[in-house]
């Protein structure tokens, strides 16, 4: 696991949990929780172990075609870093592949992302 995605897991983790004090119910409408579940799945598929994300507390379940065809993502950059990210809006997100022959492969793709009652992303484009 790299730092930086164990960064992201202990972010996600604390934004998680303080939501839940704060309101005392996990809302749908969180922003910035959005964005946490969104970066933890890409970088659970960049370091190679997106199935981790179903043993989180509370799980993550990541959708994408080509995860599910076994390509390799390499990078990712979010188009728009600086946008809200909310439930189940489009999320633009540049991705540097690589197919089941080794050949890079650069997409511009759409994500949604839920917050409730599930934790999911979703290719929204496939």
């Known amino acids: 696991m790299t730092t930086h995605t164990a ?25 910035e929780r959005a964005r946490l579940v969104l970066i933890t799945a ?8 997106p199935q ?3 043993a989180q507390t509370p799980p993550i379940r990541l959708q ?14 979010l188009m728009k870093p600086k ?11 540049q991705l540097e592949l690589r197919d089941l022959d080794g050949k890079p492969v650069r997409k511009t793709v759409s994500y949604q992302v839920g917050l409730a009652p599930l934790l999911t992303v979703q290719r929204s484009d496939n």
């Open 7 to 31: 960064l992201a897991r202990c972010v996600l983790m604390l934004a998680l949990i303080a939501s839940g004090c704060q309101t005392g119910a996990v809302t749908d409408q969180d922003p």
């Open 42 to 49: 890409l970088e659970a598929w960049k370091s190679g172990s």
């Open 52 to 54: 981790s994300l179903t």
């Open 64 to 77: 994408d075609d080509d995860l599910m065809a076994g390509w390799q993502l390499e990078s990712y950059d």
């Open 83 to 93: 946008s809200l990210i909310l439930p189940f809006n489009d999320v633009p997100v």
